[in-house]
Every structure is written in C-alpha cells, then in structure tokens.
C-alpha cells in the first residue's frame, strides 16, 4: 500500500485492539478512550430487556455513555468543528457536520435510500453532485469498493465546503473480501491494492480542498483472522431445552418471550441473555459451553470485566470463540425449517451478525444456508502477536513514545494534537 505507507512518513505504529474488536466497540473505543464496561456499545446491536427487544445496526449516538472527540474538543475549545463521515454510530452525535446512511423503512418492506447529514440540507448537495449513497455496495454480495469512493467524495465535498478542523472518515473496504475469502486470498490482497489507490486520490483532493496543511491519521479498525470452524450458540441452548421457537408459516421464529436464554452472536462472540438473570440457568448455560467445540471462553458475572463487557446491556454469559472459529445465529435444525429471512440480506431481522449474506446467490435469489463458507472473522485480540494486530500511521512527527499503540489510546492523542497546535491545523 504506497500511499498508505507515504501517509506514515511522521510516525508508524503497531496498534493492537481492546476485546471486543468488532465496529460499533471498536469506532466507541476510539472515540471516547474508554471500553465497553464505560460506554456501553457491547456489540453490534443490543437486547433491550425493557422492551424484549433486538436492535441491530440502527442504534443512535446516545447510546454511547461517554464523551466523543467532538464532545471533548468543543470543551477544549469551543471554536473547534468537527465532522463524522460514517462512523457507525454517529447519528445524533455532536460533531458540526456529519454523514450516515439513513434510508426510509417503508411498511411493505422496501426503503428508500437517503442519509442523515448536518447540517440536514447537505444531503441534497451530496445527492446531485454524487447521487445517492450507494448503500447496496456497502454491504452484501455486490459491496465493493463504490461505497468506499462514495464516502471519499463526499468527504472531499465536506472538506471544501465546511473545512472541519477533525474530520473522522470511516473507509470499510477492507471487510468484504477478507471475511467472504480469507484475509489472505487473492481477493483481500486485490481489495487491499483498491482502497490504496482510493487513499491516495482522497489524499491528494483532500489536500487541495482545505487551504491549511492537513495532518493525516490512519488508524485500523480491527484485525480480521483466518477461520475454518464455525459455531452455532442457538441451537446448542436449544438442545439442552433453554431455547424456545415458535412455528409459523414462513418458518421457525426465535421465541424471545419464552426462551430461558438465547445468544446475540457477533462474529467471534456472542452475548447469551437468560430470562430474570435466573442463577440456576446461567450455570447450566456455563456448563453447555464449558467444551463446545469452537468455544475458548465461557464467562458470567463480574468475570466478563476481563474481556471489557460488565455492563448492564451485556448477556448474562459471554461466549467467545476459538481463534479459528466464529459464531452463527441459526437456531433450526433442519434448513427446511428456517425463517424465511434467513435467505434474506436482513441485517435488521436478525438477531446478530450474518456474514453468508455475502455468499447471496443471484440465480436462486436466496442465501445460503452453510455458514462454513466464511473464511474471515474479527473480534478476537492478540496483544502477543504483532502479526495479529493492527496499524496507526501518522504525516507528521508525534512525540517520541512507544511503537506500540493500543485502540483507547486514539482519543487522547488527538485531543493532545489540538492543545498543542492551532485551530488552524486541521487533523
């Protein structure tokens, strides 16, 4: 990646990851330097017990518990303006100008698509110079590297526009290939030469929009692994009686309401919430997992502090996986009995983290159902592995410190970057 390695003529880093290493935690840890156990964002969605609940992927920015870089910058100094580009959790938040996919849920199922920007007028800017934001190239079987391109231009439009002084980016590409094919396949390393090619033109705009010299940051999300098992919590809990369905005609729903416990998986973990935190039912989901195969981990009460997720919004059980290993949310037994959004790209119907929906097949119009065919996964931390962690780049010299970064360390260094020098030097 030469422009990304151009980028880090200032400084190069080892960045390793807080557990766990998936987006929404991931872009929080970032954000606030604080982990889940003070946040609050344990996943990619939550269960809301209150309301007996799953939301996935349309969480707000209050769901955050603590201050964000736009938050502490404006109390540094009120003068400061800030963007977010499509982190994920971003609508609402404080920054001045921000861009996030919001499309319109109609009632029969389809949507059309729009964004959340701020100011709100923004996005009819955006929508005639770029069109709409290409939501089906972000995730899925046709994501590629548009949706990447899309936010690098409208970033570049915001940065000539409104001339943040931070301006947070999120560029996804690199997800799809690793997970669909592995992280090391012909296809990762062929998205990897992509999204550099991406990086030096958004550079090289970005650059010519804004009339101060930026100071360039890269920072990796998470470390995506090679997998060759994969796991299946739901239909573990449900053969030792503790999940429930009910059977309706488009198939076997996942009975919430009485369900003794069941698992909101996410990649290489998995939240398993019991009914009234019954003590009885947590040890007995404990001693399910205690040798499931695929499963490293198996921690409950104040135990989950370990790995970052003693909260109140965390399962009662946290179930994390071998490194070579992840978890699906099936709970059938037999395919012919799934729900029929299963063959669905439905990242909202789903109670956690699909990633087959890449595998969707365009001939039958259906997804598989063989979770096996996921070569990549994330989540897992490897503080003893350099090969398995990430990377922090910077365009300009930083005071001398470790070569080793970790995640919670991002939000401080940047509010570090601006007390040091004037508002005038965008980051």
Not at 219 to 240: G, K, Q, T, W
């Amino acid at each position: 990646m030469p422009n990304l390695t151009a980028m880090g003529q200032g400084r190069v880093a080892t960045l390793s990851h807080s557990f766990p290493a998936v987006t929404w935690p991931a872009q929080a840890n970032m954000l606030t330097g604080k982990t889940p156990i003070d946040h609050g964002v344990v996943a990619n969605g939550f269960f809301w017990r209150d309301s007996n609940k799953v939301e996935m992927w349309t969480a707000w920015n209050e769901v955050i518990e603590q201050p964000q870089i736009w938050d502490l910058l404006r109390q540094q100094n009120p003068s400061l303006k800030s963007a977010a580009w499509f982190p994920m959790l971003s609508k609402g938040c404080s920054a001045d100008y921000v861009c996030m996919p919001a499309p319109i849920h109609k009632p029969d199922g389809s949507e059309d698509m729009w964004c959340y920007t701020k100011p709100q007028e923004f996005y009819g800017e955006l929508l005639e110079n770029f069109d709409h934001f290409p939501l089906k190239h972000f995730w899925g079987p046709l994501a590629n590297i548009q949706s990447s391109q899309w936010i690098a231009d409208s970033a570049v439009a915001a940065t000539k526009k409104f001339q943040p002084d931070f301006f947070y980016v999120y560029l996804p590409h690199l997800d799809y290939a690793a997970q669909k094919f592995g992280p090391d396949s012909d296809q990762a390393l062929a998205a990897v030469r992509e999204l550099d090619d991406l990086i030096g033109d958004f550079q090289q705009q970005a650059n010519a929009a804004h009339p101060s010299p930026i100071h360039w940051l890269a920072v990796s999300e998470y470390v995506i692994s090679p997998v060759d098992h994969v796991s299946f919590p739901n239909r573990l809990l449900r053969e030792a009686g503790l999940l429930q369905v009910e059977i309706q005609s488009d198939g076997e729903q996942l009975d919430l309401e009485n369900s003794k416990a069941w698992a909101l998986v996410d990649h290489q973990f998995s939240h398993v919430f019991v009914k009234d935190r019954d003590k009885a039912a947590i040890a007995q989901v404990q001693q399910v997992f205690a040798e499931a195969d695929g499963i490293a981990e198996v921690v409950a009460g104040r135990e989950r502090a370990r790995f970052n997720l003693d909260h109140e919004r965390s399962g009662d059980v946290v179930l994390i996986s071998t490194p070579n290993s992840w978890q699906a949310y099936y709970w059938w037994l037999a395919d012919e009995n799934a729900p029929a959004f299963a063959r669905t790209v439905d990242i909202h119907r789903k109670p956690g983290y699909d990633p087959v929906e890449l595998f969707f097949d365009f001939q039958t119009k259906s997804v598989p159902l063989d979770a096996s065919l996921i070569k990549g996964s994330h989540g897992l931390t490897f503080a003893n592995s350099r090969d398995q962690q990430g990377v922090f780049l910077s365009s300009k010299a930083l005071p001398a410190s470790s070569d080793q970064l970790n995640d919670l360390d991002i939000c401080q260094l940047v509010l570090s970057l601006f007390g040091a020098e004037s508002s005038s030097q965008p980051a």
